[in-house]
């Protein structure tokens, strides 16, 4: 499977953007780029994904390079209920879906 | 938007006793179900998947004995954890899609404590 690297950790400042990143250098052709959010003590919520182009919904945008290496997670205004570890996937149309690390957001009022 | 409903959110039990964990999705009808379990501190390990009707495909090292998974129809799946020890404490949880590649919905999830 195709791994993703994100960084462990992110602070970011309540009611400023927050970039989160993901580097997938391995990623397939038809690996989609998933993003999901696990509040603590809950289950993992869904927030974007997208194949090549940018894709926006209301909860974030999803930002995606040109050579799919690597894409971003847009919160445009953080608050403090986006406080959560956030994971980054890439998912083949046929496979299970498989989790990292991902990063843990901070947000400081 | 879709919701699964996970059953129940919390179970203490005792060591060698079973315990059975429901996973149901309310308004949509779920092709494949997934089960994670997730230690403290960890992320999410994929234990099974399941599809309506058919057997449950396991992860490696996850004992299919002991991990049982029914999906006898296309809203509920159960989980049911055999002779639990205290090393299969931890927080599990269900997911279900509607087709390949839709978006997954996830159960709040159950923590489990054997005792």
């Known amino acids: 499977d195709a791994k993703t690297t994100q960084p462990n950790s992110m602070e970011s400042n309540e009611e400023e953007p927050v970039h989160l990143p993901c580097n997938h250098s391995?990623?397939?052709?038809?690996?989609?780029i998933h993003w999901y959010r696990q509040l603590p003590s809950q289950g993992p919520e869904y927030v974007i994904h997208?194949?090549?182009s940018n894709v926006n919904n209301r909860m974030a945008s999803l930002a995606i390079a040109e050579d799919r290496k690597s894409s971003t997670l847009i919160l445009h205004r953080a608050t403090l209920r986006d406080a959560a570890v956030y994971y980054c996937?890439?998912?083949?149309?046929?496979?299970?879906?498989?989790f990292g690390a991902g990063t843990r957001l901070t947000v400081k009022p | 938007g879709a919701v699964v409903s996970q059953h129940p959110s919390r179970v203490i039990c005792k060591s060698g006793t079973s315990v059975k964990i429901e996973c149901r999705s309310l308004d949509f009808q779920a092709t494949t179900m997934f089960w994670y379990r997730q230690f403290p501190k960890q992320s999410l390990m994929l234990m099974a998947t399941?599809?309506?009707?058919?057997?449950?495909?396991?992860e490696q090292g996850v004992e299919k004995d002991k991990f049982l998974i029914n999906h006898a129809s296309l809203t509920l799946s159960t989980l049911t954890v055999t002779s639990a020890h205290p090393e299969d404490s931890s927080f599990y949880i269900c997911?279900?899609?509607?087709?390949?590649?839709?978006?997954?919905?996830f159960g709040n999830g159950t923590r489990l404590t054997v005792t």
């Open positions: 997208g194949l090549t």
């Open positions: 391995t990623i397939s052709g038809t690996d989609y």
């Open positions: 996937i890439l998912r083949d149309v046929t496979k299970d879906m498989r």
């Open positions: 399941s599809n309506e009707g058919s057997k449950a495909t396991y």
């Open positions: 997911s279900a899609q509607t087709r390949n590649n839709s978006p997954l919905h």
